[in-house]
């Protein structure tokens, strides 16, 4: 039996991806940076510093990450007026609102995410949200939704987890919960 429910956001509860990808290219091009689209989408959930650490070791490349994903996330704030929700999935959140504890658990920062829940008008449904910087160890660990089930006082294995990417729903399998790929619920092959 489901007792709480957890959400990734990007993706997920809000179509900010294609934003993200906006966001991502201008800085791929000012670092000099080959980051091609389908390696963005299935690093979903990986907090940006990962991805440039990641692809300045891999292209020899020394850059700063903490330094550029702040530049990254400067590129993404303009882009928040945008954000649309992903009605299918926020339409979940909204009926079980009251019903069963909830919790974001987004590999996004705090104040991004903050702001995203804000712009789709559905921050207050949440009891919890857990970011990239609550927690030491990333998607695809569960460590990020441990964290969530735990503030909302759920045992992992009564929570059901909300994902649009494999490592998110490997995180969330890692976990011990029911994983739903809202892909599917999208009606999405990616």
């Not at 910087?133 to 569960?142: F, G, L, M, S, T």
Request: charged share 25%.
């Amino acid at each position: 039996m489901i007792k709480g429910l957890i959400f990734d956001c990007d993706g997920t509860l809000a179509d900010t991806m294609p934003l993200h990808w906006r966001a991502w290219q201008a800085i791929a091009a000012r670092h000099k940076l080959h980051f091609p689209q389908d390696r963005f989408y299935a690093l979903g959930g990986v907090p940006s510093r990962d991805i440039l650490k990641m692809l300045g070791k891999e292209q020899g490349i020394l850059l700063d990450p903490i330094a550029v994903a702040r530049e990254k996330e400067a590129e993404y704030l303009p882009l928040i007026a945008q954000v649309e929700p992903i009605n299918a999935v926020v339409g979940l959140a909204r009926e079980n609102y009251g019903k069963v504890p909830m919790a974001v658990a987004s590999g996004g920062t705090r104040e991004i995410i903050g702001q995203v829940l804000e712009r789709v008008g559905i921050r207050s449904l949440f009891n919890a949200i857990v970011t990239s910087e609550d927690i030491v160890n990333q998607k695809p660990a569960p460590d990020i939704f441990l964290e969530a089930a735990r503030r909302i006082g759920v045992p992992p294995r009564f929570c059901r987890a909300y994902e649009d990417t494999d490592l998110g729903l490997q995180a969330i399998r890692a976990a011990g919960m029911e994983a739903v790929d809202v892909r599917q619920l999208r009606g999405l092959n990616r």
